[in-house]
């Protein structure tokens, strides 16, 4: 007999985070990425090496470089992001 299957716990987001859209991304051997940002003003920067592991971005959707308030750096999607967070003034 199958269990029942439950919704699971849904949560709001309520975290500040930095983040920049990406515009063009190069992949470098340690895994780091080098980012050209979409917003004008932000010179290219290399992440961390390693952080390339975690972008799973395509040429159609880049998403965004996003830094939390304990500084870890990740990538999102830009339909999630935009969906969950919106820019303050």
Known sequence: MES????MPRY?????VHALKIAAIEVNEDKSATISPVEEGYAPFTTKPGW???????????GYYVVYADGYASWSPSKAFEEGYTREA
């Open 4 to 7: 029942a299957q439950v919704e």
């Open 52 to 62: 390339a592991e975690k972008f799973e971005g395509t040429e159609e959707d880049p």
């Open 12 to 16: 709001i987001c309520h975290k500040k």
